[in-house]
């Protein structure tokens, strides 16, 4: 059965500083404590950082005559419990506390102006909003509040720019639009096959490739000639689009029909200085993407030329439209090869706001990039539209459940003892019940 998968609005929010594991699902009862000096040893002073572990609750009931002073220079993390019973007498020195669990103090002894403890840090509290500190350091029949010093809310990261990925900034003559749809008279047709221009009723005008007798006859441009190839940069992601048709004049279908093999793909050439001759796909057309023959559909692709590739030093660099089978006709036409928009990037004045570049598929009409497909060759994923609402759309013979669409996200963004938000509207077309799940791979 097939299954098509929506998705619309894809948010990966950054929280403020909290456990990756927090909230209620680590705040451990007071009832299940293990002494402090059972979990970090007897020592009073600890250099490394003390962190309280989720689901794990520590009690410093232990130290009950003011005795003890607990020097904690590498910090104190709360993610479980920390719990000062009542009869505690003791002082803490630490160089900063967070709290994403829970931090109990309370106290049932006479207010007499002599603390029982005393909790003393160089950078202030650091409380997530998954995080409660409770002290109760006067009986609940005395109306006074227990004021706090200091309290300071963790700030996001500010990675380095060199860290994430940045849109593209053209060269001085060039355009992020590298080949427009209006150029498609500076296309080659493939040595030995014959092209045709003709016209759709719109007024649309495309070329048809016929006599093809081998796989690589198609459409070429020559990137060097034209001078394409000093707006291209090497490593860097530029998207390819192409509307194309197949057709068989003997009524067999083509492969790409039949088998989801042969189809269109995206093809460069280059001769280096000294003659030597080398190909590279860059990208081909998946099965979900294909209409059937006889229908036009729309080859999206990302590409990404290496430097030998676009080398001023080389005799020869072209760039190929082509892949069917012998004996099929191809139509080309409204071909461009742009850079993508800067809102398929992170911002660059707030990247880890929000982990996710183009999680509402606003960026392009055409392209779900950063978004690509993870699955079989067939898997594809388009840009859909309801109503003026773009959406991501997963189509391709969904045979596996991990056949949907993946992005890398920010890592200098994410950081231990953080809560991220995600968010998504999806919407699945099969008669089967389904239970969506978000996957994080490292």
Known sequence: ???LLAIQT???????RASAQ?????????????????????????????????GKCVSMGEFSDGSTSLTLSGGLTVVGT??????????????????SGSLVMSSKTKVDGSPGVVLTNEDGVEISSTGSMSVSALPETCPTMVKMKSSTRGGLPVPDASSYPQAHVPAAGCSNT??????????????GAVSTVETLDDGTQYL??????????????PLDITGLSSCLVADKTFLLRASIMLNRTDGVRTRCDAYDRDCPSAIVGSTDSSGAAAYRVLGETPGGAYNGDGEWFDFTTPIMFTASELSSENIHTELFLSGPETGVDMSIGSIVLEAPSASAFPSSTSVCNELIANGDASASDFHSYPWLPIGPRATHVGIGNDGGNPYFEVTGRRNVQYATLQTDIVTACAEEHSVYEFSARVRV???????????LKT
């Open 178 to 191: 590298v080949i427009g749809s209006s150029e498609l008279s500076k296309w080659r047709t493939s040595l």
């Open 1 to 3: 059965m097939k299954r």
């Open 208 to 221: 048809k490739i016929t006599k093809r007798q081998r796989k690589w006859q198609g459409v070429t441009m």
């Open 22 to 54: 927090s909230g209620s699902d680590c705040i451990a009862s007071t009832d299940t404590c293990t002494p402090f000096s059972s979990e970090f040893g007897s020592g009073t002073s600890i250099s490394s950082e003390v962190v309280i572990p989720c």
């Open 10 to 16: 894809l948010v990966l929010l950054a929280s403020r």
């Open 429 to 439: 077309g099969s008669v089967d019940e389904v239970t969506m799940s978000v996957l």
């Open 82 to 99: 920390l719990y000062f019973p009542p009869l505690t007498e003791m002082s803490i020195a630490t160089s900063f506390l967070k709290v």
